[in-house]
């Protein structure tokens, strides 16, 4: 299991940017792909953005595609989400979430590992 801890959220006005960490405790190198994926109170979880680690490819929703960036520091253990251009549709409550087995695709029941979430409030 590899247990995945976020943080970096907090509130900012509509057109700013925030940085979310998210740490792992094991090597993310154990971790086939990780992934974002946000939800707002009454709806389901919605995926963000994913990596497949061992390759540093991408994957964008199309809602945050050109805002958004995902990157890995394998040295660290930890993914990150670069949040530009933030709008007010992108406050929700933000999960990172791992998996160990081979395949990556940005869909909730492809993950195991979850971490409590990350708050991020945008004003207009």
């Known amino acids: 299991q590899v247990q995945v801890v976020e943080s970096g959220g907090g509130s900012v006005q509509a057109g700013g940017s925030l940085r979310l960490s998210c740490a792992a405790f094991e090597a993310t190198g154990d971790a086939t792909c990780m992934a974002w994926f946000r939800q707002e109170p009454g709806k389901e979880r919605e995926g963000v953005a994913s990596?497949?680690?061992?390759?540093?490819?991408?994957f964008y929703a199309d809602s945050v595609k050109g805002r958004f960036t995902i990157s890995q520091d394998i040295a660290k253990n930890t993914l990150y989400l670069q949040m530009n251009v933030l709008k007010p549709a992108d406050t929700a409550m933000y999960y990172c979430?791992?998996?160990?087995?081979?395949?990556?695709?940005?869909?909730?029941?492809?993950?195991?590992?979850w971490g409590q979430g990350t708050q991020v409030t945008v004003s207009s």
């Open positions: 979430a791992a998996r160990r087995r081979p395949g990556c695709a940005l869909g909730e029941s492809w993950f195991s590992d």
């Open positions: 990596l497949l680690i061992r390759n540093d490819i991408p």
